[in-house]
């Protein structure tokens, strides 16, 4: 047989491409979670994964699950925040995924709805606090009313009011943080004392920090900007009073100079720079950004609520991390047992001392709140936490050129508050479509 | 002897000797010869590009299942408004910085050419940028364009043309003149190298005639230099314009697209999509319509760039 070289050039392409495509097929297989003793007196080592932003917290676990037992060493490997969907993605793909994740619940769904993850709902459902951990995780957790995720710690969005700067300005402060005319009022209070004092503070070049912190205010109406399930999701924002009202809040605030003017070019890398220095009235921010570089005088002189709609309502982003077993995981059970322990009420007591917070409601006892008084608004009304489920909530909400940032830059900064929501509106369904394709 | 030869002086009733048994050009010896650049370029150009073929004509995630979609993604990326945005910003871009980049090198380059005392110094100076990287420099540039405390607003105010507040990256008409002035100081020494080199190998009577004939510094460049380095100029041109096409890194460091998407490139389109969707047969599909119009405006260049005579 002789081969022509149109011939050898084909057979090397198809060669090439089926080499090339090899590594794609198949599925991993999840792990059984319900056999005998899984999860119980497992040995080995435990790969875990978690993302930077995380990393002093789960140190400290690591190390206290090390001291409580000598049969599993888990090995932690953080990962850059902007890399870690990337990076786990590929290692999925590659077939060598690590036995653990502690991953954003935000990007939980991305590989939930790609199969990517184990069914960890017999375990969940067999926990004794089943009821008190966390919704708002569980819910980005859940496909067809089955847990791929477990709740692992809390970063949530709530607002840290100064409480000297209210009593200066004769503003009390919870008449002042219940609904929009209320920030306004005590806004243009704060700010009128002295120069330099702003009665507001937000970072205006950060997509994902306003994010976290700018939509509570609009699910404090029980409305959200993506609207649908996922498969049919659509944008919610055109026509949104929610999302009009408080863009014109954020909005008057920048006219009337109640935030810093470096809030135009600020990305959030110096985030609680302005509040640690004692001259913001109030801050929308997460326990982690503020508490653990606070001076404790300034703490002492700080009040936290959640956020507040623009007539009412209160609601917080209820973000952090989750804990998923990859399908494929060389040592499951190993990973259970450490879940479980970072569960225990123990532990999740100790997360405000790394700038977390926990999952579990009954973890707010006496004690806990006179020892982390800054981190129980959250647990006393977890069921007001959320958080969206979408495979784009990275492409519209955290990436600088994203839909979201885009209209709120348009609106606040420029004041063309309808064009930009229209605008986003569009960027918003067709993110949303090629997301869900 | 060549088979020609042979052939031609072989006695009547002797068979003659077919082309393939040829004693200097034993068969197959071509097909061996080339062999291993033909294995390289199916290996790591062809198949690819099969596979890439393939690959956008599915629904291909970086995790998950697959299955054929046909033309699907392309007709999604071509009615993507922001992908449409990034190719027109990034032929702006392109339009922007090729006419410096080539005009600053072209006279770095006759500043360095000559072998004078201090040349080899000045080429060193000159060519460090790109050495560095720009990488390296679009990080430096990020903290030195903060509004007060970056350098470059520090100057300005210091010169009186600003107050030092302007917020250089959150603006993008001033990013982009940001982005240029750095990538045209950046690369600007590659065009010296490859001009220079060029200048130097051109006869030094040619220019001693011109200089006889009474030529001008500006005649005997217009003249003289220019059409002999043509070639080397073609081959900078179209060297700065792929690399303006492809430009990612200094726009993902300084602004990451924006704000909004208006210094999105069509890299960073594809990036995302690629690797913030996850979408891989979505991104592989407009990969390959920027290999098709890279191709089609360096085809363009080579036209218009050709010998003439």
Not at chain 2, 100 to 106: N, T
Not at chain 2, 110 to 139: D, E, M
Not at chain 2, 230 to 235: D, G, H, K, L, S
Request: one cysteine or more.
């Amino acid at each position: 047989m002789t081969l022509s070289r149109r011939d050898f050039l084909a057979l090397a392409g198809i060669g090439g491409a089926a080499a090339a495509l090899a590594g794609c097929g198949g599925q991993l297989e999840p792990a059984d979670v319900t056999v005998a003793g899984f999860g119980e007196g497992a040995s080995g080592t435990l790969n875990l994964w978690c993302r930077s932003d995380t990393l002093t917290g789960n140190e400290a676990m690591v190390e206290a699950f090390h001291a409580a037992q000598e049969r599993i060493r888990v090995e932690l490997t953080p990962i850059p925040n902007s890399q870690y969907v990337t990076k786990l993605a590929t290692a999925i793909r590659g077939r060598r995924p690590p036995d653990l994740v502690d991953i954003d619940d935000i990007y939980s769904a991305l590989f939930i709805y790609r199969d990517a993850f184990t069914d960890l709902t017999p375990l969940i459902e067999e926990l004794p606090y089943r009821d008190r951990l966390s919704p708002g995780h569980l819910g980005l957790a859940t496909k067809d009313d089955r847990f791929y995720a477990v709740p692992f710690l809390a970063d949530n969005s709530v607002l840290f009011c100064n409480l000297d700067l209210f009593e200066r300005a004769g503003v009390d402060v919870d008449e002042a943080t219940g609904s929009f005319a209320g920030y306004l009022e005590a806004a243009r209070a704060i700010s009128a004392l002295e120069e330099d004092v702003y009665g507001w503070s937000y970072p205006g070049n950060a997509s994902g920090a306003l994010g976290f912190t700018v939509q509570p205010h609009i699910w404090a109406t029980d409305t959200d900007l993506i609207a649908g399930q996922i498969g049919g999701q659509t944008g919610n924002v055109a026509g949104n009073e929610s999302v009009r009202r408080t863009l014109e809040l954020l909005r008057t605030f920048w006219e009337e100079d109640l935030v810093p003017p470096v809030a135009y070019a600020d990305d959030a890398s110096r985030w609680n720079a302005d509040y640690l220095s004692g001259r913001i009235g109030m801050k929308p921010a997460s326990y982690g950004v503020i508490v653990p570089d606070a001076d404790p005088a300034l703490l002492e002189r700080t009040e936290v609520r959640l956020l507040a709609g623009p007539d009412g309502g209160v609601s917080f982003f209820d973000g952090g991390d989750n804990f998923a077993i990859p399908n494929g995981a060389a040592n499951p059970s190993a990973a259970w047992e450490y879940v479980r322990f970072c569960l225990e009420i123990e532990q999740q007591s100790n997360l405000p001392a790394g700038g977390y917070t926990p999952v579990r409601a009954d973890a707010a006892t006496d004690a806990f709140r006179e020892q982390f008084p800054l981190a129980v608004a959250p647990l006393e009304q977890l069921d007001a936490g959320y958080a969206p489920l979408s495979l784009s909530y990275n492409r519209i909400y955290n990436q600088p050129d994203g839909p979201w940032l885009e209209m709120f830059r348009r609106a606040v900064f420029a004041g063309e508050i309808e064009a930009a929501m229209d605008e986003a509106q569009d960027r918003y369904d067709l993110i949303l479509r090629q997301g869900d394709a | 002897m060549s088979a020609v030869t042979s052939r031609a002086t072989a006695p009547a009733g002797v068979p003659r000797r077919r082309r393939s048994d040829s004693l200097t050009h034993p068969r197959r010896t071509g097909l061996l010869l080339v062999l291993p650049a033909v294995a390289f370029v199916v290996v790591f150009v062809f198949a690819p590009l099969l596979a890439a073929v393939y690959i956008s004509l599915t629904n291909f995630p970086l995790i998950g299942s697959f299955e054929f979609v046909g033309l699907e993604n392309f007709a999604l990326a071509l009615s993507d408004p922001v992908f449409g945005r990034s190719i027109l910003y990034t032929l702006v871009y392109t339009a922007i910085v090729t006419g410096p980049i080539l005009v600053l090198g072209y006279t770095l380059a006759v500043i360095v050419r000559a072998n004078r005392r201090g040349s080899t110094l000045l080429r060193t100076v000159f060519f460090l940028p790109f050495v560095v990287g720009l990488t390296t420099i679009s990080f430096i540039m990020l903290l030195e364009a903060q509004p007060d405390s970056g350098a470059v607003n520090i100057v300005l105010r210091w010169l009186g043309i600003t107050d030092g507040s302007t917020a250089w990256l959150v603006d993008g008409p001033l990013a982009t003149a940001l982005i240029c002035v750095l990538v045209i100081w950046g690369v600007s020494g590659l065009t010296m190298i490859l001009l220079m080199s060029a200048m130097q190998g051109v006869p030094r009577e040619v220019y001693e005639s011109a200089e006889l004939d009474g030529a001008t510094w500006w005649q005997t460049e217009r003249r003289v230099t220019i059409p002999m380095i043509r070639r080397a100029i073609a081959m900078s041109v179209i060297i700065s314009v792929i690399g303006s096409f492809l430009g990612f890194t200094q726009f993902f460091i300084l602004t990451q697209g924006g704000p909004g998407s208006e210094t999105t490139t069509v890299v960073m389109s594809i990036y995302r999509r690629a690797f913030v969707d996850l979408q891989l047969g979505a991104a592989t599909a407009m990969s390959l319509l920027l290999v098709l119009l890279t191709a089609l405006v360096t085809a363009l260049q080579f036209w218009m760039l050709r010998e003439r005579d």
